[in-house]
């Protein structure tokens, strides 16, 4: 395994659609413990394989349960209600976005081997589902932010917070 690099908002591959896995090999797998590694030492709940320079339909979500999740080739298949909060993503560091996003969703995916498998999530899971699928069409959440905060702000607006108190 290795740690990859994590590219950064205006690197051209972020824009960039993804292509779907045809083969569910060594290389894949090789990318998938990469990508474990680098999400685990990045401290994210996320990544997508563009993210690591790679235009492929592959990414990882941490859901509420602790556990990384490998979703290969993966869709969103159904979604319901609504939600807005804070949102960061690796390749925008030292920013946060308000976001509205589905408040459930249910992907259809494949796992490593190839097999076919679906996964709900909510909350903070779905809004993961979400960022992460919009990476391999070449979309980042900044496109979708209401309001933009340098970490910073949010800091500031904490602290402010806790003196009102
Ligand atoms: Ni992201």
Redesign the pocket.
Known sequence: MALRTILTQGDPILNKKAHPVTSFDEKLHDLLDDMRETLTQAEGL?L?AP?VGILRRVVLVVNEQDEMLELVNPEIIAQEGEQTGLEG????PGYYGEVTRPMRVKVRAQDRNGSFFEVEGEELTARCFC??LA?LDGH??TELASRMFTVEELDEMMEKDGEDK
């Open positions: 996320g997508a993210q993503c690796l390749s925008v960022h992460e990476h980042l959440y």
